[in-house]
C-alpha cells in the first residue's frame, strides 16, 4: 500500500474519532474540525490522485452530507452532524461515502430505538396507570423520555457508519485480515 493511503487512513480515522468525542461529550460538532476535515480530504485527494480523486472526494461529499444538509432543514438532524458528512464523505468516496451513511444510520436508528424502549420500561407503571384510567387512548409521547430526542448524538454514528465502512473496504482488499 502507498504511504498517501495510509496517511489518508489515518487522517480519516482522527477525524472520525474526534468528532465522535466531541458529539458524545459536548452534543456539538467543532466547525472547524468538521471545515478543516473536509479541507484535509479534499487537498489529500488532488495531491494523491489528481482530479480524478478530487472529482471522487467531491461526490463522496455529496452523496453522504447531501442527505444529511436536508434533513437538517426537516430538523430531523443537527447542522453539525450534516457538515460532519461532506467531510467524512469526502474521505470515503462516491461509492463507499452511501455504505457510510447506511451504517451510521442504521446505528443511530438502533441506538434510538433502544433508548425509546428503555424509557419505556421505565415508565411503565405511569403508562400502565394512565392507561387504566383513559383506556387504550393513552398517550405514549407521555412515557418517552423527551431528552434524547434533542440530544442523540448522531454525529458518533454517523463517524462510526463511516468507520464500519472503510473496514469492510479493508476486508475487501485483504488489507484487514
Avoid at 130 to 149: E, F, H, K, Q, T
Wanted: glycine content about 14%.
Amino acid at each position: 500500500m502507498a504511504a498517501s493511503f495510509w496517511a489518508n487512513a489515518v487522517l480519516f480515522l482522527i477525524l472520525a474519532v474526534a468528532a465522535a468525542w466531541w458529539d458524545i461529550r459536548q452534543r456539538r460538532i467543532p466547525n472547524p474540525l468538521s471545515g478543516g476535515g473536509l479541507l484535509v480530504a479534499l487537498a489529500a485527494a488532488a495531491l494523491g490522485g489528481g482530479w480524478h480523486a478530487l472529482r471522487g472526494a467531491l461526490e463522496g461529499a455529496a452523496l453522504f452530507g447531501g442527505p444529511l444538509l436536508l434533513f437538517w432543514t426537516q430538523g430531523w438532524c443537527g447542522a453539525g452532524d450534516a457538515k460532519l458528512g461532506f467531510a467524512l464523505g469526502a474521505f470515503l468516496g462516491a461509492p463507499l461515502s452511501l455504505a457510510g451513511l447506511l451504517f451510521g444510520t442504521l446505528l443511530g436508528g438502533t441506538f434510538a430505538a433502544l433508548q425509546v424502549a428503555c424509557s419505556l420500561l421505565r415508565r411503565a407503571p405511569e403508562l400502565l396507570g394512565a392507561m387504566r384510567r383513559y383506556g387504550v387512548r393513552a398517550p405514549l409521547a407521555v412515557a418517552i423520555d423527551p431528552a434524547w430526542s434533542v440530544l442523540l448524538p448522531y454525529g458518533a454514528f454517523l463517524a462510526g457508519g463511516a468507520l464500519v465502512a472503510r473496514a469492510t473496504e479493508l476486508l475487501s482488499m485483504g488489507v484487514l485480515r
